[in-house]
């Protein structure tokens, strides 16, 4: 079982919509959750943080950390075509630099 | 200005070569890192280095070196290339090795091995 599991889609939505992202984890020492965006042939770039559980927002970004269940969460609302583009999911434990990426899923917003 | 760079962006070289890749970052950033993309997009950590020193070495097989002569540099040296190789390899760093402020990518070298 890999530490992270993310959907790598691809995922297809029109413009406007609610989008929901997740990844699954299996342990329980994370303490950093990331969310990072990579478009094509860059590099990826930080888009969300989270330290341990709750909820951040950001402008039409929000993500979720349930450590309970080990699922964390982004959610984009009113989705543009700008936004298409691969989602990956990082997880770190503490005190390390040494982040787990997901697979990554790769969203499309059609205009 | 960028702020981590990577020379070369694309790099197409025949088995059994050896190459290198350089990265520069100007953040003032403490730690340094090597991750390795794959076809499936999977991205795995290599190597990590902060102050200069090695604090992460991922079951990378020996052909592949780094070296950080000071802490805006880390370089990748890989000895007699294979196949399977062939992948994006992305420098990044941080401000330190405690994950408080995620990292910075660079663009990524594209190495195709045939």
């Known amino acids: 079982q890999k530490e992270v599991e993310q959907d790598p889609g691809p995922l297809s939505v029109p413009e406007g919509a609610i989008v929901s992202l997740n990844c699954t984890y299996s342990n329980s020492a994370f303490q950093y959750f990331m969310w990072y965006r990579q478009y094509s042939r860059k590099g990826p770039e930080l888009l969300m943080y989270t330290y341990s559980s709750g909820n951040k927002e950001d402008g039409r970004f929000t993500a979720q950390v349930d450590k309970s269940s080990k699922y964390i969460s982004l959610f984009i609302r009113d989705s543009q075509p700008s936004d298409s583009a691969t989602y990956l999911c990082?997880?770190?434990?503490?005190?390390?630099?040494?982040?787990?990426f997901g697979q990554g899923t790769t969203l499309q917003v059609k205009p | 200005d960028t702020a981590v760079s990577q020379t070369p962006k694309y790099l197409v070289t025949q088995m059994g070569n050896d190459k290198s890749i350089k990265c520069e970052q100007n953040?003032?950033?403490?730690?340094m890192y090597w991750y390795k993309q794959d076809s499936k997009k999977f991205l795995k950590i290599m190597f990590s280095y902060n102050n200069k020193e090695l604090i992460i070495n991922e079951t990378v097989p020996n052909r592949f070196s780094p070296k950080s002569p000071d802490k805006a540099h880390l370089n990748l040296h890989i000895n007699s290339l294979e196949l399977g190789d062939s992948a994006v390899y992305f420098c990044a760093s941080s401000r330190s090795a405690v994950l408080n402020y995620g990292y910075t990518f660079g663009s990524g070298t594209r190495l195709t091995v045939v």
């Open positions: 953040l003032g950033h403490d730690t």
């Open positions: 990082a997880l770190g434990p503490s005190n390390t630099g040494k982040l787990i």
